[in-house]
T-cell receptor, first 114, second 114 residues
Framework: SAVISQKPSRDICQRGTSLTIQCQVDSQVTMMFWYRQQPGQSLTLIATANQGSEATYESGFVIDKFPISRPNLTFSTLTVSNMSPEDSSIYLC???????????FGPGTRLTVL | GNSVTQMEGPVTLSEEAFLTINCTYTATGYPSLFWYVQYPGEGLQLLLK?????DKGSNKGFEATYRKETTSFHLEKGSVQVSDSAVYFCALSPLAGTASKLTFGTGTRLQVTL
């Protein structure tokens, strides 16, 4: 398995500002993902974070709104830009280990936008 | 495409009752199947998994059997506890190498009362 940490664990932000969420894994992983979980909903994949290249975004998500970095095999950031109350969600980092088909999830970042 | 269908919640049970949460899937080939659990205020934890037909995943008293003939992966527990109160997500990952993505069900909320 993998131990995944996220910072911050929660935040309350003002409309129009941006927040960067960090994800750190304790082992080298093949793939890192970012998900959004809106209140009372299931998980929606935002993008796959690729090391050293641009992230791969799912339909409905764009780089200008959710820029992602992955400078190495164990760290990634997701920025939620120009926030609105509709961005209030839990944002989860997820990883897949080399040689495994299982995905592990971080504890999530609970974002409230006022 | 791939899809996962879970029974609607919430499911409310008394402590020590028998639990079944139904999960059926649609996928091409032979996907891996997972149950994740999300306790209040936390991220997702892998509960159990099965990677081929007739495999039984088990953990913490929970079990699920990969039934290819009925395309199902129902979650069961013989005697639930108050501490099992959480949201349970069924998910699949197609066997398409490391590029495969998780498809989640909508989640089933379980509430266990004394």
């Amino acid at each position: 398995s993998a131990v995944i940490s996220q910072k911050p664990s929660r935040d309350i932000c003002q409309r129009g500002t941006s927040l960067t969420i960090q994800c750190q894994v304790d082992s080298q992983v093949t793939m890192m993902f970012w998900y959004r979980q809106q209140p009372g909903q299931s998980l929606t994949l935002i993008a796959t974070a690729n090391q050293g290249s641009e992230a791969t975004y799912e339909s409905g998500f764009v780089i200008d709104k959710f820029p992602i970095s992955r400078p190495n095999l164990t760290f990634s950031t997701l920025t939620v830009s120009n926030m609105s109350p509709e961005d209030s969600s839990i944002y989860l980092c997820s990883v897949r280990l080399a040689g495994e088909g299982t995905q592990y999830f971080g504890p999530g970042t609970r974002l409230t936008v006022l | 495409g791939n899809s996962v269908t879970q029974m609607e919640g919430p499911v409310t049970l008394s402590e020590e009752a028998f639990l079944t949460i139904n999960c059926t899937y649609t996928a091409t080939g032979y996907p891996s199947l997972f149950w994740y659990v999300q306790y209040p205020g936390e991220g997702l934890q892998l509960l159990l998994k099965a990677t081929k037909a007739d495999d039984k995943g088990s953990n913490k008293g929970f079990e699920a059997t990969y039934r290819k003939e009925t395309t199902s992966f129902h979650l069961e527990k013989g005697s639930v506890q108050v501490s099992d109160s959480a949201v349970y997500f069924c998910a699949l990952s197609p066997l398409a190498g490391t590029a495969s993505k998780l498809t989640f069900g909508t989640g089933t909320r379980l509430q266990v009362t004394l």
